[in-house]
């Protein structure tokens, strides 16, 4: 197995906010550390990470503070960013979303990045999931993991 996993943007919200299957993302995350496992995302996660975030402040849903706090101390601390800089990189993103039928390239460059370091892409994203289920055996789907016992 390798000690390389690339995650999505639906996980890693899910590590910040309190959201149904927090706890099974939690536990994976903890998982993973225990198995000195390295998380990577694309450069694009910081983006959509940090636009959600905003969105849960305005509407007050989640103090700044606790945004803030999820940026610095969870996604700056536990996720290695890859940012490439190679045109092929996000051709192949294209291609993977044009071969999947995915609606634009954001998802594409997270299954690209998998496919480059030949690791595990963990989502909670149910449109990507239904979109790709069965055809590549490394997408993995958060609500397949054990729920954490209490």
Same mark, same amino acid.
């Given at each position: 197995?390798?000690?390389?996993? #690339?995650?999505?943007?639906?996980? #890693?919200?899910?590590?910040? =906010?309190?959201? +149904?299957?927090?706890?099974?993302?939690?536990? =994976? =995350?903890?998982?993973?550390?225990?198995?000195?496992?390295?998380?990577?995302?694309?450069? !694009? !996660?910081?983006?959509? #990470?940090?636009?959600? !975030?905003?969105?849960?402040?305005?509407?007050?849903?989640?103090?700044?503070?606790?945004?803030?706090?999820?940026? +610095?101390?969870?996604?700056?601390?536990?996720?290695?960013?890859?940012?490439?800089?190679?045109?092929?990189?996000?051709?192949?993103?294209?291609?993977?979303?044009?071969?999947?039928? !995915?609606?634009? /390239?954001?998802?594409?460059?997270?299954?690209?990045?998998?496919?480059?370091?030949?690791?595990?892409?963990?989502?909670?994203?149910?449109?990507?999931?239904?979109?790709?289920?069965?055809?590549?055996?490394?997408?993995?789907?958060?609500?397949?993991?054990? /729920?954490?016992?209490?």
């Amino acid at each position: 197995m390798s000690n390389v996993v #690339v995650v999505d943007a639906s996980i #890693v919200l899910k590590w910040i =906010l309190n959201e +149904t299957d927090s706890s099974k993302a939690l536990t =994976l =995350l903890a998982d993973w550390n225990d198995r000195e496992i390295e998380v990577y995302a694309p450069s !694009l !996660l910081v983006y959509e #990470v940090t636009n959600a !975030l905003y969105r849960h402040v305005r509407k007050g849903e989640i103090p700044f503070y606790d945004a803030r706090r999820g940026l +610095t101390e969870i996604i700056y601390k536990v996720i290695e960013f890859d940012f490439p800089e190679e045109p092929d990189f996000n051709i192949r993103a294209m291609e993977l979303g044009q071969q999947f039928g !995915l609606p634009a /390239t954001y998802d594409s460059h997270y299954l690209a990045l998998a496919e480059r370091k030949e690791c595990e892409l963990w989502t909670a994203d149910a449109r990507l999931w239904n979109s790709i289920r069965g055809k590549l055996v490394w997408l993995r789907w958060l609500g397949d993991y054990p /729920t954490p016992s209490r």
